[in-house]
């Protein structure tokens, strides 16, 4: 059993839910043990905080492999248990399993992840050139199915739509794609009001990440909501308002009211790890103007009677299908990938014999 002082870490966003959670794992032989909680993860070490403290720690070989069969790894916003050895150096020995854990896909398919135990994802989106859907869209199915609640947090407000008649079209546009049960909250990041908007979700023991590119104001409102300088910030690019990552890696921060916030640099690969289902419930829109297409097995493409094309822009189709497709393959096997990679290959060679012929090379 963990021995957990509650006072003590409340202020590192322990629940009563999360403490009960920890008191029923099994402690690993040695110690005595501390409970902590991750708030940074760097190339070779860990920082923790035990509530009153922060500790600079490593991981033990044996739980880095353990974590890796499972195909995961530490993340910030975990719980551990660590100990220091007969030199003072700190080492954990334990993850406690999370209770919500947001995971993305690397390039070759491995899953990645990227904050666990949080109650509330803000996704962040500036309301200048960084406004984009379908990045939106693949932040909604990365935090979908996690358990962790989506809010969609527009900032730039004072620049880019000072007044209604600016801001409402823009509003309207975001409601057409996404599910009407999401929050949507538009901000000043840099005024304190962004703070009151968003104190609803910052509540004593809660702990929410902000998620967005770099450029959308993530660590600028963190330090709104924090009152104080925590972040580096940066100016954008006048072109095309995109940031320099000044933000390089995560890392969490308790707030005066008792609630958490992790602050991410924007992510350059933004796969989501989710299965159709996921997708489904995303893009319920297309699911239910499929029922009207005239072929049951419909796929949306160039079918004639699609009711689907008819009825959703051209470009949030586009993304379903790119984001199903990632999501197919994903699930795939070994043999499947190859096979899948053998039909390109021979379409691939099929093609270029067509336009060498229709060049009249053939």
Same mark, same amino acid.
């Given at each position: 059993?963990?021995?957990?002082?509650?006072?003590?870490?409340?202020?590192?966003?322990?629940?009563?839910?999360? /403490?009960?959670?920890?008191?029923?794992?099994?402690?690993?032989?040695?110690?005595?043990?501390?409970?902590?909680?991750?708030?940074?993860?760097?190339?070779? &070490?860990?920082?923790?905080?035990?509530?009153?403290?922060?500790?600079?720690?490593?991981?033990?070989?044996?739980?880095?492999?353990?974590?890796?069969?499972?195909?995961?790894? +530490?993340?910030?916003?975990?719980? %551990? +248990?660590? &100990?220091?050895?007969?030199?003072?150096?700190?080492?954990?020995?334990?993850?406690?399993?999370?209770?919500?854990?947001?995971?993305?896909?690397?390039?070759?398919?491995?899953?990645?992840?990227?904050?666990?135990?949080?109650?509330?994802?803000?996704?962040?989106?500036?309301?200048?050139?960084?406004?984009?859907?379908?990045?939106?869209?693949?932040?909604? /199915?990365?935090?979908?199915?996690?358990?962790?609640?989506?809010?969609?947090?527009?900032?730039?407000?004072?620049?880019?739509?000072?007044?209604?008649?600016?801001?409402?079209?823009?509003?309207?546009?975001?409601?057409?794609?996404?599910?009407?049960?999401?929050?949507?909250?538009?901000?000043?990041?840099?005024?304190?009001?962004?703070?009151?908007?968003?104190?609803?979700?910052? $509540?004593?023991?809660? !702990?929410?990440?902000?998620?967005?590119?770099?450029?959308?104001?993530?660590?600028?409102?963190?330090?709104?909501? /924090?009152?104080?300088?925590?972040?580096? !910030?940066?100016?954008?690019?006048?072109?095309?308002?995109?940031?320099? $990552?000044? !933000? &390089?890696?995560?890392?969490?921060?308790?707030?005066?009211?008792?609630?958490? %916030?992790?602050?991410?640099?924007?992510?350059?690969? +933004?796969?989501?790890?989710?299965?159709?289902? &996921?997708?489904?419930?995303?893009?319920?829109?297309?699911?239910?103007?499929?029922? $009207?297409?005239?072929?049951?097995?419909?796929?949306?493409?160039?079918?004639?009677?699609?009711?689907?094309?008819?009825?959703?822009?051209?470009?949030?189709?586009?993304?379903?299908?790119?984001?199903?497709?990632?999501?197919?393959?994903?699930?795939?096997?070994?043999?499947?990938?190859?096979?899948?990679?053998?039909?390109?290959?021979?379409?691939?060679?099929?093609?270029?014999?067509?336009?060498?012929?229709?060049?009249?090379?053939?």
């Amino acid at each position: 059993m963990i021995d957990i002082d509650f006072e003590r870490l409340r202020c590192m966003g322990l629940t009563p839910a999360m /403490a009960q959670h920890l008191a029923m794992q099994t402690v690993p032989e040695g110690g005595p043990f501390t409970l902590m909680r991750l708030i940074e993860v760097h190339r070779e &070490t860990l920082r923790l905080h035990d509530g009153q403290h922060e500790h600079s720690a490593r991981v033990l070989p044996r739980l880095t492999r353990e974590l890796a069969e499972q195909d995961t790894a +530490l993340a910030v916003g975990d719980w %551990v +248990l660590a &100990t220091p050895d007969v030199h003072g150096d700190c080492w954990v020995h334990m993850q406690a399993p999370p209770l919500t854990h947001i995971v993305r896909r690397d390039a070759d398919g491995s899953r990645h992840p990227v904050v666990s135990n949080v109650d509330t994802a803000l996704l962040v989106m500036g309301l200048d050139d960084d406004y984009n859907l379908r990045r939106l869209e693949r932040y909604l /199915a990365l935090v979908q199915g996690s358990g962790v609640q989506p809010v969609i947090v527009l900032t730039k407000v004072d620049v880019a739509a000072p007044t209604p008649e600016l801001l409402s079209p823009m509003l309207q546009e975001l409601r057409a794609r996404v599910s009407g049960s999401l929050d949507v909250v538009a901000v000043n990041a840099t005024h304190a009001s962004a703070a009151h908007a968003l104190a609803p979700y910052l $509540h004593a023991g809660q !702990t929410v990440v902000l998620m967005g590119s770099s450029g959308a104001g993530k660590s600028t409102l963190t330090n709104t909501l /924090a009152g104080a300088a925590l972040q580096d !910030t940066g100016a954008v690019r006048e072109h095309d308002s995109r940031g320099k $990552h000044t !933000t &390089t890696s995560r890392s969490l921060h308790p707030l005066q009211g008792g609630a958490c %916030v992790i602050d991410t640099p924007g992510l350059r690969a +933004l796969r989501p790890d989710v299965d159709e289902a &996921t997708l489904a419930w995303l893009f319920d829109d297309i699911g239910k103007l499929a029922l $009207h297409c005239r072929f049951r097995d419909c796929r949306h493409q160039d079918e004639p009677g699609c009711a689907v094309r008819e009825g959703i822009a051209g470009d949030r189709l586009r993304n379903y299908h790119k984001l199903m497709r990632e999501a197919r393959r994903d699930t795939m096997t070994v043999l499947e990938r190859q096979q899948q990679a053998s039909v390109w290959r021979a379409r691939g060679k099929a093609t270029r014999q067509w336009m060498k012929m229709k060049r009249g090379e053939a």
